[in-house]
């Protein structure tokens, strides 16, 4: 008997047959691999619950931030302690300064108390040097080449008489400042000095309180007001003579 090969007929027949049925078990093994009820619930289970963000830990940029806020910190402070140390400094200094001027200037109060009130000494009896002259307290003003005024201008008409004010010792004295002047040498101790005479009547020895001694002028650089320039020294020292003569005149 005789077998004959398959031809190209027979190939294009089979071959479809061979495909369906290879997809029909595919197909049935998809279906038997069905969700079990557990599955279902751990799916729907998981996708019930809140989506939460993902949050990616950056220590570097963390530290970073937390030096740069501790630096910011120790900067404020540093300003707000300087600012204190400053404010503190400030207000001491102004305490001081203002301790300070108050003390000078009750030093220089009691000074000029001393200085101008005459003691029991020198209240003495006599003759007041230019007698119905005027004057006021010119202490401490400035005068001509920076200079300050050290005596009691006692204004008076051109010859008035001047008076030695105690018994003493009379020195005759000229200079470009005070013109014809003289000095008295007072037997309590003090020295009186009259300046700006236009003449002194007398210029050397010894004179009795009331004695009169010069006549005002206007010498030296009095200019043209007639007046003498008068001067009190107690041990040495140039002392305001307003309120002595205040005392006497």
Known sequence: MLHAKPGPGLRARVLPVLLLSLATAAFAGLVALEPSPDDDAAVLAYSAGPVQALELEQPAVVEREQARASRSRRIEQQESARAAAQAKAAAEAKAKA????KAKAEAAAKAKDSMSVPAAASRIDGRCPVP??????????????????????LMAPYGSPVYAVA??????AYSSAGGISLYLDADNGETYFYAHNSKNVVTSGRVSAGDLIARVGSTGNAGSTNHVHFEREVNGVSVNPYRFLRSIC
């Open 98 to 101: 203002e301790a300070a001027a």
């Open 132 to 153: 119905n002259a005027s004057f006021t307290d010119t202490w401490g003003a400035p005068r001509s080449g920076g200079r300050a005024h050290k005596g009691t201008d």
């Open 167 to 172: 018994s003493g010792t009379v020195r005759a």
